[in-house]
């Protein structure tokens, strides 16, 4: 039902613009934050940040063209800060299972993944590819997730 | 509620809003994520640009961010060996 599989860097290459300068930053920041604030800003509108913990990972930022702002709406995204999961509960699971295999490994996965999941009680099919990392601001260490939609292929930042 | 009170509310909401973004930005280094929230939660380019009644607002969702940091420092650090 979930199919989550690993992928490497060259998957993501060419697929969508938000990527490369997520790609890009990481190499440049090792995900530190404050070494490029710049950097980070270009992608942060496609970017959902958690906070891992095993009963859940409550959300730091849900970018305005994140997902859950794509499927559920803006003022969805916005509410979730603070929240540890998407309407969906069983999809939420399925997919943040890895946040907390990034938190403790320390270095960024890539995956394609096809599920269903139920927005206002229609489920529907979804197919994108993500690039999940540890993302350290000065306090403490999140996980980014950058998800995109495989039907926004190839669409640049603007 | 009499103009004189909720201006008065409003005036502490700001103080307490602005407290707790220095907060966030100097202890945790959160202010890339406070000035994307300013963006994208009101459409204006900086905080100073918010109306009392926004800041009333935006100083909620600090509140959350802040709860949400804190749960990280109060957890149990691993114990070597």
């Keep these: 039902m979930y199919r989550i599989e690993e992928r490497s860097q060259d998957a993501l290459l060419g697929r969508h613009a938000a990527f490369g300068a997520a790609l890009s930053w990481i190499g440049r920041t090792g995900g530190v934050v404050a070494a490029d604030e710049t950097g980070f800003e270009r992608f942060l509108p496609w970017l959902q940040i958690m906070v891992p913990a095993p009963g859940g990972s409550p959300y730091l930022w849900c970018g305005a063209k994140s997902p859950p702002a794509e499927l559920w709406g803006l003022e969805l995204a916005n509410s979730l800060i603070g929240e540890r999961a998407v309407p969906d509960r069983e999809f939420d699971r399925a997919v943040g299972a890895d946040y907390l295999r990034v938190a403790r490994g320390g270095k960024a996965i890539i995956q394609a993944v096809r599920c269903p999941i139920e927005v206002r009680g229609t489920v529907i099919p979804l197919f994108y590819h993500r690039l999940v990392f540890p993302v350290r601001f000065r306090g403490f260490e999140a996980v980014g997730s950058l998800a995109i939609f495989d039907v926004h292929r190839l669409q640049s930042l603007g | ?81």
């Design chain 2, 1 to 81: 509620m009499p103009t004189s009170v909720k201006a008065q509310l409003l005036s502490v909401l700001q103080d307490a809003g602005i407290a707790k973004l220095n907060e966030l930005i100097e202890r945790e280094g959160l202010g890339v994520l406070t000035r994307g929230l300013v963006k994208q939660l009101y459409d204006v380019p900086s905080f100073e640009d918010l109306t009392p009644d926004q800041i009333a607002h935006f100083a909620q969702t600090l509140e959350k961010l802040d709860f949400v940091a804190r749960q990280v420092h109060a957890r149990p650090t691993r114990k070597a060996g």
